[in-house]
């Protein structure tokens, strides 16, 4: 059996993993050891694996149980990999920096996303370091917003996208399978590692609980502009058969759109994790 081999991106975040076929069973070493990288790099990068569905989920079984998103439920469907498709009459839009679903009381603990079409040019995606972003903060605003909750609501952006592209048949099902919302801790601790990270979701979050109002828009405020520092970033160009697995408890992510006219066709999946503590 071959040693995996990790290529760091920088010197913290992100590595380029190497001595691995995706297609053949994942053994327990190899399983081990993918795991403690992800601990440590919270991003890892599989280039030119070239894996179908079946590849794909069997990854995924590795960190925890692939997640049927709620949308795919209140459709009557019961897939957990999904397809991100630009094309020519479809052009990307992208939501900004953000973590996967994060109005679930028990939000994604991993995502998975593989590249099956991949534009001539853009069409990137980028990770942000939110551990690192907690430790850029002083001692003194650790231990403010280690005490704070933020509340991350499903009125406002997503039930709007859902009333505006789901059939008014299926609007109500949806409703009723992501709730009104959840709150989490806006400081999380890895059950695995014990490092903090900041968890907020800009696009979810509407409140900050205990807060004023004002102080409240000013908190999320200071937290959405985070991830712009470029030193907390990693910047991945898709090639076809590139597959990268993160840690939605340690990182925001965001797309590139930048390439309109030109087709991009992804496939993704979430692990179903534990309430963030």
């Excluded at 498709?85 to 479809?90: I, L, P, T, Y």
């Excluded at 993160?246 to 965001?254: G, K, L, S, V, Y």
Aim: proline share 8%.
């Amino acid at each position: 059996m071959t040693t995996l081999r990790f290529q760091p991106v920088t010197a913290c975040f992100g590595a380029t993993v190497a001595g691995i076929d995706l297609r053949e069973e994942i053994g327990p070493d190899h399983a081990c050891a993918v795991r403690e990288a992800l601990d440590r790099f919270h991003v890892l990068i599989f280039p030119s694996q070239a894996i179908d569905d079946a590849a794909h989920l069997s990854l995924a079984r590795v960190l925890g149980e692939p997640l049927v998103h709620p949308f795919e439920r209140a459709m009557g469907r019961g897939e957990s990999i999904h397809a991100l498709v630009d094309r020519a009459d479809r052009p990307p839009a992208r939501p900004g920096w953000h973590t996967d679903d994060s109005y679930l009381a028990a939000p994604p603990t991993y995502g998975l996303l593989r590249c099956e079409v991949a534009p001539s040019s853009g069409g990137h995606t980028l990770w942000a370091d939110m551990t690192a972003a907690h430790e850029t903060l002083s001692p003194s605003l650790q231990t403010f917003l280690a005490e704070l909750k933020g509340w991350h609501a499903t009125s406002g952006a997503l039930l709007d996208y859902v009333r505006a592209h789901l059939p008014p048949d299926r609007v109500a099902h949806v409703e009723e399978e992501v709730g009104e919302g959840a709150s989490h801790p806006l400081v999380l601790t890895h059950p695995e590692s014990g490092v903090r990270s900041i968890y907020f979701e800009p696009n979810f979050v509407t409140r900050i609980e205990g807060l004023s109002p004002a102080e409240s828009r000013f908190v999320c405020a200071f937290l959405t502009r985070l991830p712009n520092r470029v030193s907390l970033q990693i910047r991945h160009r898709w090639r076809p058969g590139d597959v990268v697995v993160w840690d939605e408890r340690t990182t925001q992510h965001t797309g590139t759109a930048d390439h309109a006219g030109q087709e991009r066709i992804m496939r993704r999946c979430t692990v179903f994790g534990p309430r963030p503590r």
